[in-house]
């Protein structure tokens, strides 16, 4: 169905990545490309001489093991880790690649984002691709 699937990744508890690769692997196409995203916000400049030097990197690193973890899991699954804004990543990333597909994890919202997480959210207004919300 899909040839080029987007799944970005929060290492949140209450995410639903297996979820998500399930997902995937009913949706995709023989021979897919899926691209595990993670987005990796910037620490506020008030904030950053709290966090210990190398501590980004160090991040980084752990968050692409992680990543690498999952996509051995799934066929034709990779992991890539960008830095921005989470909404604005995905969809630049989603872009750049072609996806025709993003399956995205949405957590149970509060007051304030009834419906969707703001992320999630972001997401399926703006995207130029069929994009699955999964709860």
């Known amino acids: 169905m899909y040839k080029s699937i987007l799944i970005p ?4 508890e209450d995410r639903e990545t297996d979820t ?8 995709a196409d023989k021979g897919a490309d899926i691209t595990l995203l993670h987005v ?9 001489d709290y966090f210990p030097e190398g501590y980004r990197e160090e991040a980084r690193r752990a968050v692409e093991g992680a990543l690498n973890d999952l996509a051995a899991r799934l066929p034709g699954a990779h992991g890539v880790v960008t ?11 989603a872009a750049e690649i072609g996806a025709d597909c993003i399956i995205v994890a949405s957590h ?3 007051l ?5 997480g703001s992320t999630a959210a972001h997401v399926v207004r703006h995207a130029h691709c069929a994009v699955h919300v999964l709860r």
């Open 112 to 116: 304030q984002d009834y419906f969707l």
């Open 20 to 27: 998500a690769m399930d997902v995937a692997r009913m949706l």
């Open 9 to 12: 990744v929060s290492f949140d």
């Open 40 to 48: 990796m916000e910037k620490v506020p400049s008030y904030a950053v």
């Open 83 to 93: 830095d921005g804004h989470a909404g604005r990543g995905i969809l630049d990333y």
């Open 108 to 110: 149970k919202p509060g």
